[in-house]
């Protein structure tokens, strides 16, 4: 069998697209920027980066290793902690392609600090980074629990279900107001239903809103 050349393997890749855990870049301006991408991927299922690439799927080549320092710079300076990561370089008909490869961490999250220094984490939701929640952050905080301890069933959490019968999906706003709740309680009580698996979070308009997680078949 013929091995692989790094342009067949590039092209396999780009052949990809955008999704869940490929992400193009067609150059690095702006190292802050990655490392959104970086948590994104680090706090969802991993990733990698194809730089040097349109989105259009078009080589364009990286420019110089400043962008090699500049993903080294979105790693271990802008993402607290600091994002695990590999690249190497590929020769594509002249051009260079920096892959990138980031693994899902086991301690979430992963922050990325913006133009303020604030740090804020994100989620890969299909080719999309978007701002992790609230509710994010509580599962990502109660992940050391135990999942199999009980909890108390009360009026809130039967409120909880019974708008998501009535609705396709509703808002953290939307509980907290229709039940009277107060907003803490309600991200710490729709985090644990995340983790039971009797809740998942989907995004609409770039919005997360939270529904019934689907019954297996």
Known sequence: MKAMTDTDYIYSLIAEGEHQKQD???????AR??????SAFANTDGGRLLIGVKDNGRIAGIRSDEEIYMIEAAAQMYCVPEVKYSMQVYK???RSVLLVNVDQTDKKPVYAKDESGKELAYVRVKDENILA???HLKVWQQSGSPTGVLVEFTQK???LLDLLEQNEYISLNQYCKQGGIPRRAAENLMAKFIRFQLIEPVLVNRKFYFKRTNEPK
Do not use: M, N, P, Y
Request: glycine share 4%; charged share 30%; net charge negative.
């Open 24 to 30: 193009f870049k067609f150059e690095i301006s702006d």
């Open 92 to 94: 594509v008909e002249g």
């Open 157 to 159: 959490e039967q409120l």
């Open 133 to 135: 929640t609230t509710v």
């Open 33 to 38: 920027k990655i490392a959104r991408t970086l």
